[in-house]
């Protein structure tokens, strides 16, 4: 349900989920009020965590299909494996891209050498057509553009912002940056108008077009937008994604993203089957999750 021009910006509170083994996160997508903002059709904010006592973030082995999984940290570590061999530490300004495309299994746990606070979010971009069943990748990329503006710093996780391009390989036209304020800031930042936009925050809160947002909520601007004013009174930080209407209709079961029930429903069994085409994750030291069935 698209929200009718003169009620945007829309804001949309995050509900609280849990990921892996207990660990309590705000789930901005999906979300009943909107699924997704161009191909992002996934958002979670977790943290910031005490993980210096107890196991930190244990998410065993698990599948995904039709969709890329970005990883982005705040601060702290997370220690990702996956069924292509990768075995990679996550660390705060660099970018994990996980491509599923018809099938991959991952792990991901807090190293047992961290530090104390694990903050950070995980999208999901669902594939389109013509790419939701492509071999699977992984792409860990150590630096991004990084660029200033006035007081606001833009890293460039995904897509291109400002004229700088991100070198993460995505299928849609899409973007993902991470916008920190340095201190007290007031800029105009550039839209496209053939893109729909969404803000979350990460850290403390801001203003975008004169609205207040604060952790817990998304806020979703729509299409149609050339620029966006942002003030922030003191350092806040927050994740812009936007991209091109996905227009197709994409479905989402658990951990995988397909255009039927019934794909659905086959991928879920066929992980707990233990099918060969989601590979196995080596060296994670629990057990793998297992799919629940969907009701159909
Ligand atoms: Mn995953």
């Known amino acids: 349900m698209d929200p009718s021009e003169d009620s945007l910006p829309q804001i949309i509170p995050a509900h609280e989920a849990v990921l892996g083994e207990g660990m309590r996160i705000a789930r901005a997508l999906p979300n009943r009020h909107r699924r997704m903002v161009g191909a992002w059709c996934f958002l979670d904010h977790f943290g910031p965590a005490d993980v210096a006592q107890g196991l930190g973030m244990r998410v065993g082995p698990h599948p995904h299909i039709g969709l890329q999984t970005v990883t982005w940290l705040v601060s702290g570590e997370v220690l990702h494996r996956d069924s292509l061999g990768s075995l990679q530490a996550i660390r705060p300004g660099q970018l994990n891209l996980m491509t599923a495309g018809r099938g991959i299994s991952h792990s991901e746990e807090s190293p047992a050498q961290r530090s104390p606070t694990l903050h950070g979010a995980q999208l999901w971009i669902a594939l389109p057509e013509a790419r939701r069943a492509c071999e699977p990748g992984f792409q860990h990329v150590q630096q991004l553009p990084v660029l200033h503006l006035q007081r606001l710093r ?8 400002l004229g700088q391009r991100s070198p993460a390989a995505v299928h849609s036209p899409l973007v993902g940056v991470e916008l920190l304020s340095e201190g007290p800031v007031e800029a105009v930042l550039p839209l496209r108008a053939d893109f729909e936009y969404a803000l979350m925050m990460l ?10 947002l604060g952790i817990g909520n998304l806020l979703y601007l729509g299409a149609g937008r050339r620029e966006l004013r942002v003030a922030a009174a003191s350092a806040a930080r927050c994740l812009l994604i936007g991209g091109a209407p996905f227009g197709e209709d994409m479905r989402m079961w658990w951990n995988f993203v397909a255009r039927t029930p019934q794909e659905l429903r086959r991928a879920s069994e066929d992980w707990n089957a233990g099918a060969d085409y989601f590979g196995q994750v080596h060296g994670y030291d629990g057990r793998r999750l297992e799919a629940p069935l969907p009701p159909w």
């Open 154 to 161: 833009a890293s460039v996780m995904i897509g291109e912002f």
């Open 203 to 212: 850290e403390h809160e801001a203003c975008f077009d004169g609205q207040a």
